[in-house]
């Protein structure tokens, strides 16, 4: 199992050039279809209308279904005070979650040998069964254990292994399309705030920009730390309150070559006297519309409604 969680998960000053923090995306764990996810969001939300829900997973990029789809059965399970000891486990299982997820390379039965070895090792078994995953990584470890065949630890180990979940555990990768996808647009966003109106030539350049930059560093990996340990950081996010968290993964610096090469260029355009002429403004949208007359309007805006009060009067 991960020791990650004891050693190198300090916060750490990565500052992300997306403007916000390097979240794990909602397509990591991708539901297996539509449907599915609908009923993720169903059990996460219950009674919200179909647009609120996917309001929520598109608006909070921290929001993680898997996770908290998980963390929510755990919590449920640890408000009882006869099984108390999986509150003291929860960080530790979502942890190892992330963990799977990062270091199986999307290696389906890979990530289920590592998932699995959870049962063990919370009973303090830290050898498996499967040849995959035959043996914890971690050292020695003093905490209090689960005993097999207690009622907590069954009931613990059904969520763990439920057949839903591992068949999304199976699925989790960290290296979706859809999730650069996601980050994409957040640089978009970083670098063209949507609260700001921007002229067609200052949006086109800021757009330039954001692809520019993401080309650069949108395939960052994730930062290691000591004895290559992959790193990461808690967030504590106010949506999610008291004990609510989020595990971001902490990525290595983003570099800007990108800018360097603009200012040589635009030397090179100063020193040779060269002259720029940037690309006219399309008309806007709106021209393309019809303009009629503010009379005209209001003669239809009449005309329904006598046409109205004609067909009121011969329904009553
Ligand atoms: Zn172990």
């Not at 830290?126 to 907590?152: D, M, S, Y």
Request: charged share 30%.
């Amino acid at each position: 199992m991960v020791m990650e969680e004891e050693s190198d998960c300090d916060s750490s000053d990565d500052s992300d050039m997306t403007g916000e923090p390097d979240s794990v995306d909602p397509e990591w764990f991708p539901p297996e279809d539509i449907e599915e996810e609908d009923d993720y969001m169903e059990e996460l939300l219950p009674g919200a209308s179909p647009q609120h829900q996917k309001y929520v997973v598109d608006e909070e990029r921290l929001l993680n279904l898997f996770t908290i789809y998980l963390q929510k059965k755990l919590a449920k399970l640890a408000g009882l005070k006869k099984f108390a000891l999986v509150a003291e486990w929860m960080r530790s299982i979502l942890y190892h979650l992330y963990w799977c997820a990062a270091t199986s390379e999307g290696d389906a039965d890979m990530l289920e040998a590592r998932w699995k070895s959870m049962c063990n090792h919370i009973a303090n078994i830290h050898v498996h069964e499967n040849p995959l995953f035959a043996k914890c990584k971690h050292g020695p470890i003093k905490r209090k254990w689960f005993e097999p065949g207690t009622e907590v630890y069954e009931k613990l180990t059904d969520i763990l292994l439920s057949k839903r979940f591992m068949k999304s555990v199976r699925k989790l990768s960290p290296d979706s399309q859809t999730s650069s996808l996601e980050g994409y647009h957040a640089t978009i966003i970083y670098f063209a705030p949507k609260m700001y109106h921007f002229g067609y030539a200052t949006m086109i350049s800021r757009l330039q920009l954001a692809a520019l930059h993401f080309n650069e560093n949108g395939g960052r990996d994730q930062a290691k730390g000591k004895h290559g340990v992959l790193q990461f950081n808690i967030a504590y996010p106010k949506y999610k309150k008291m004990d609510g968290y989020s595990l971001k993964r902490v990525l290595t610096k983003c570099t800007f070559g990108y800018v360097r090469e603009l200012q040589t260029e635009l030397y090179q355009m100063v020193r040779t006297g060269t002259t720029f002429e940037p690309e006219k403004a399309p008309p806007p949208l709106s021209s393309l519309y019809q303009h009629p007359s503010k009379q005209e309007v209001i003669e239809q805006h009449k005309e329904l409604h006598r046409y109205k009060e004609k067909m009121d009067k011969r329904l009553t």
